[in-house]
Structure formats: structure tokens, C-alpha cells
């Protein structure tokens, strides 16, 4: 089964504090995403990485193909960053198809 | 401004009744999907479509159907079949079909009376 896990579920931190939260998956991968859900319902692309790392701002993601897990650090928190956090992995199916498995989220909280 | 709408922000059902929300999109993308979230949950796919008048089925599409005969939009029906209608649906679209990023609306949340 390909699942994917994150940790921690919930994240409560103060601003300025540098926040990390990690995902988890269980087979090989083509890419993976992060993305920010903001209270409101709406959905937004962080980052699509296959390796390596990538920054954009305050917010970092990092991926270990080996190890298959990936990090997305946010350096000096800011109450703007209050938000779900969800990864999710594109994997290969036969003949070419892909796939998208999401995980649950990560919900972040930053207090003033 | 490019982007992909969805309408309405909220949907009532009733009891043995279909329901249609509405995604559009005028980011020329080829490749629409339909997601459905419930709390605690990762998103699951509902359909997808790669390409117009071209649709497959994701993993959980019993009980609902789409059309796709225009690029710029991919409607979903909520039919009565759909036991357990109730949760948050989202729509995205991107360039191609999985191996792009993808662009998704504000959501729709449905409820059933």
C-alpha cells in the first residue's frame, strides 16, 4: 500500500520560531509536493521536488530519495504562516499513469 | 487575472437528490481533477480528466459523474448514489495530466439536509 505520513499532526509554535514538519512515504516516488491550505478552504502550491532542496522566502523543503522522507522547514515563523501543510507523493503506476497520494496534514498554529 | 473558479461556496442536498458544482478554469490547461477532502483526511481523488471529451475514474468515483466537453470546464455531479456526500470538494487543473503542478480553486463544502 503506498501511504504517506506526516508528522506532527498539529504544530503550535510562537512567531519567530523555525518550524519543521515531515512526511514520510512507504515507496518509490517520481516528485513530491508540498502545499498550504489556508483556513478558508483554498489550496496552494509550495514546492514540486525530486531531490535536493529548494527555498522559496522564509520556506524550505528538502527531499532523501533513499530514506524517503522530505522536510519543509519555515525559517522566523510569522502568524501569516497559519495554515494546513500537506505533502503529497506522485508515484508511477503501469503503463505510464501517475498518481497523487495525499497526506492527512499538518495543521500549524503561530501565536504572536 | 488566470485561475480556476468553483461555484457555490456552499451546496445543500437533500435526501435522493443530484447536486452539480461547477469548476472552470482559463489557465489553458489540458489535465482536470476532482478531490474530495473530509476532515482528518488526505485529499482522494474523485475523476480526472487529461484531455476534453476524455475522462478516468480516480479512487473513489462510485456515486458521482463528470463531463468534459469544453477545456475550460469540468463539472461534477453528486448523484444520489453518493451515500456519504457530505465534505469539502476541490478542484484543480494543471498543463498536463500529473507530472506539472496543479492549480486548485477555492473548494466548494457540501452539505446534506
Known amino acids: 500500500k503506498n501511504e504517506v505520513e506526516q508528522s506532527p499532526q498539529n504544530l503550535t509554535a510562537q512567531e519567530g520560531e523555525f518550524i519543521t514538519i515531515n512526511c514520510s512515504y512507504s515507496?518509490?516516488?517520481?516528485?513530491l509536493h508540498w502545499l498550504q491550505q489556508h483556513p478558508g478552504g483554498g489550496i496552494v502550491s509550495l514546492f514540486m521536488l525530486s531531490s535536493g532542496k529548494k527555498k522559496h522566502g522564509r520556506l524550505i523543503a528538502t527531499i532523501n530519495i533513499q530514506e524517503k522522507h522530505s522536510s519543509l522547514h519555515i525559517t522566523a515563523s510569522h502568524p501569516r504562516d497559519s495554515a494546513v501543510y500537506i505533502c503529497?507523493?506522485?508515484?508511477?503506476?503501469?503503463?505510464?499513469?501517475?498518481?497523487?497520494?495525499f497526506g492527512q496534514g499538518t495543521r500549524l498554529t503561530i501565536n504572536p | 487575472d488566470g485561475g480556476i473558479t468553483q461555484s457555490p461556496k456552499y451546496l445543500f442536498r437533500k435526501e435522493g437528490q443530484n447536486v452539480t458544482l461547477s469548476c472552470e478554469q482559463n489557465?489553458?490547461?489540458?489535465?482536470m481533477y476532482w478531490y474530495r477532502q473530509d476532515p482528518g483526511q488526505g485529499l482522494r481523488l474523485i475523476y480526472y480528466s487529461q484531455i476534453v471529451n476524455d475522462f478516468q475514474k480516480g479512487d473513489i468515483a462510485e456515486g458521482y459523474s463528470v463531463s468534459r466537453e469544453k477545456k475550460e470546464s469540468f463539472p461534477l455531479t453528486v448523484t444520489s448514489a453518493q451515500k456519504n456526500p457530505t465534505a469539502f470538494y476541490l478542484c484543480?487543473?494543471?498543463?498536463?495530466?500529473?507530472?506539472?503542478?496543479?492549480?486548485f480553486g477555492p473548494g466548494t463544502r457540501l452539505l446534506v439536509l
Open positions: 484543480a487543473s494543471s498543463i498536463l495530466a500529473w507530472r506539472e503542478t496543479q492549480y
Open positions: 503529497a507523493v506522485r508515484f508511477a503506476l503501469i503503463q505510464g499513469a501517475q498518481k497523487l497520494v
Open positions: 489557465l489553458n490547461h489540458d489535465a
Open positions: 515507496v518509490g516516488i517520481s516528485a
